[in-house]
């Protein structure tokens, strides 16, 4: 019998409490050689999502609800999730981006303002690091390295503003440097 999405990532959330944190990294570190070999996400979101779920609830005390789950099923096929204020966005994000920066190539998530940026990479970064990931985030004042080694990290937190203000600045200088990840991050077919 096949278990329904959320029956499958509460089945492998049972099965990964009991596993060591170097354990789960392990795992997640598996995930990432796999998501090199194939273009499809899909095999991977049930045990990545497992996974940061496990981790944000070691590491956070903040465990995914349902809804959040599928918010981050429905982003990582592209679509938009849309939620209010309050209903936790900072941790359903952490699901999507999870899956995407197992590719190797980055994942970049925008926000409204520096601010909210930098929060959401502080709160958020101890679920990634335990998971393998490194976090970077890009702010208004930071110098060109400072970017580079944000925009270096697998998950790099950052305005849409900046985002485009450093996407437009490298490629009007014929450059395909610094934000040569822009691209494939907002290509819909990633």
Do not use: W
């Not at 099965?15 to 899909?42: C, H, M, P």
């Not at 990479?121 to 970017?147: D, F, H």
């Not at 697998?154 to 934000?179: N, P, V, W």
């Amino acid at each position: 019998m096949k278990l329904t999405f959320l029956s499958s990532i509460k089945a492998l959330c049972e099965r990964y409490s009991d596993l060591s944190d170097d354990q789960l990294y392990d795992i997640a570190l598996n995930l990432g050689f796999e998501a090199r070999q194939t273009e499809k996400v899909n095999s991977l979101i049930e045990r990545g999502f497992a996974l940061v779920k496990v981790m944000s609830t070691r590491k956070l005390g903040m465990a995914h609800y349902d809804v959040q789950l599928q918010g981050g099923k429905a982003m990582c096929h592209g679509h938009v999730a849309e939620m209010r204020t309050g209903e936790g966005k900072t941790l359903t994000a952490t699901l999507p981006m999870f899956i995407h920066s197992l590719a190797g190539r980055g994942a970049l998530l925008a926000t409204s303002n520096d601010y909210l940026a930098k929060r959401d990479a502080e709160l958020m970064q101890p679920v990634y690091r335990a998971l393998g990931k490194t976090v970077g985030v890009i702010q208004t004042e930071m110098s060109r390295e400072q970017r580079r080694a944000s925009y270096g990290c697998d998950i790099t937190y950052g305005t849409m503003k900046e985002f485009g203000f450093d996407f437009l600045r490298d490629h009007s200088a014929g450059k395909k440097g610094d934000t040569h990840r822009l691209v494939a991050a907002f290509s819909p077919n990633r």
